[in-house]
């Protein structure tokens, strides 16, 4: 049987609901779906600046969208 999975990931703008871990946020995807958001080690500068309402650019794996990767907060101008 061969399970092939999508090598392309998707970016979007997530809108955080709540942090329930030091890294980890809950966040709402465009579609209205949630997911948990992560902030990697190399982003850690962003953990403390991250508030529920604030918009951040998420990346997701198309075979699992209950999982996101924080990579930077959007700024509006």
């Known amino acids: 049987m061969n399970t092939s999975?999508?090598?392309?990931?998707?970016?979007?703008i997530c809108t955080i609901?709540?942090?329930f871990a030091p890294t980890a946020f809950h966040a709402t995807m465009p579609n209205g779906k949630t997911?948990?958001?992560f902030v990697q080690?190399?982003?850690e500068h962003l953990r403390?600046?991250?508030r529920?309402?604030?918009?951040?650019?998420?990346?997701?794996?198309?075979?699992?969208?209950?999982?996101?990767?924080?990579r930077s907060i959007v700024t509006t101008a």
């Open 5 to 12: 999975y999508p090598s392309q990931y998707i970016d979007c």
């Open 17 to 19: 609901t709540e942090r």
């Open 35 to 37: 997911t948990v958001a």
């Open 41 to 43: 080690k190399k982003e």
């Open 48 to 50: 403390e600046r991250l």
């Open 52 to 70: 529920p309402g604030d918009k951040v650019l998420c990346t997701v794996c198309p075979a699992d969208f209950e999982r996101a990767r924080i």
